[in-house]
């Protein structure tokens, strides 16, 4: 049997995901999913049960501070709903974020030594985040049998807005892991960039106390959008949507993804020599 022989050729000009070479190298896209989430756990006293841990203290914390001591409204809602319905979609993002944008780096060896897309490793980490989501919606689970709070038809759009969240970090991880490569400095300022995005999202507030001239301005942050939403599929009627604000915050998420990927595949055939 004669040994197949694969042509790898530059690619020229602007160049979006190509879903076809990730269907090809399926097997290794589903490997180091799978990998990502043995290693995030491995050698830990309680494994993946921090997937619940971290969220749950978050909330506690977040229920004081602005439920408690400050007293900011939540339209009659409990508190740790309030959040909790907000940490799903931010927590995802932000680990997704944090792990994505090193994925290059830290398979740095596998990258100098054979090709395969190098697509393939962020995308393989915003993938087994979303174990860590399923993970954690056992909680909200529990919460919402404990508050008794009712589902509402609204419940139905919450996979849109979970792809809404998933476009978002995809988009700002293809940025920030192609950055990385090339400037080192990136790695310390993510960790910065996520606490501060922590706390300019609607996580421990809703967004509904932001002034309605600022609402437009304050949606330019795409999470601003994925957050309202969840807690509005998840919430029903107690939420109200700020529609233009959405609408603004999904065109951006829709803009980072698609100028993410091309940066990526631009700077992907010079990833093997820098690194």
């Not at 915050?249 to 595949?265: D, N």
Request: proline content about 6%.
């Amino acid at each position: 049997m004669e040994p197949i022989e694969q042509i790898i050729r530059p690619k020229h000009g602007l160049t979006f995901i190509n879903f076809k070479e990730l269907w090809i190298y399926r097997e290794l896209f589903l490997f180091l999913t799978w990998r990502d989430i043995i290693i995030r756990y491995k050698q830990t006293v309680i494994g993946i049960a921090w997937a619940v841990i971290r969220p749950l203290l978050t909330m506690v914390v977040f229920s004081i501070i602005f439920g408690k001591l400050a007293k900011l409204p939540s339209n009659g809602i409990p508190y740790p709903i309030l959040i909790f319905t907000a940490l799903l979609p931010w927590q995802f993002f932000s680990n997704t974020l944090s792990e994505s944008s090193n994925s290059l780096i830290s398979n740095s060896n596998l990258i100098s030594k054979i090709y395969f897309p190098r697509l393939i490793m962020p995308v393989a980490t915003v993938l087994s985040g979303v174990v860590e989501f399923l993970i954690s919606c056992l909680i909200l689970i529990v919460m919402i049998i404990y508050y008794k709070m009712p589902i509402m038809l609204n419940i139905i759009y919450l996979p849109l807005f979970f792809i809404f969240a998933l476009i978002t970090s995809l988009g700002i991880g293809l940025w920030f892991s192609a950055l990385n490569v090339e400037y080192r400095d990136v790695r310390y300022v993510i960790p910065f960039l996520i606490q501060l995005g922590l706390y300019i999202s609607p996580v421990g507030f809703s967004s509904s106390i932001i002034p309605t001239k600022w609402r437009l301005l304050y949606s330019l942050n795409p999470m601003v959008g994925v957050i309202d939403g969840f807690r509005w599929s998840l919430l029903g009627q107690k939420i109200s949507l700020y529609l233009p604000g959405l609408y603004l915050s999904i065109i951006i998420s829709i803009l980072v993804l698609v100028t993410g990927s091309i940066y990526f595949r631009k700077m992907e055939r010079t990833f093997a020599d820098i690194i």
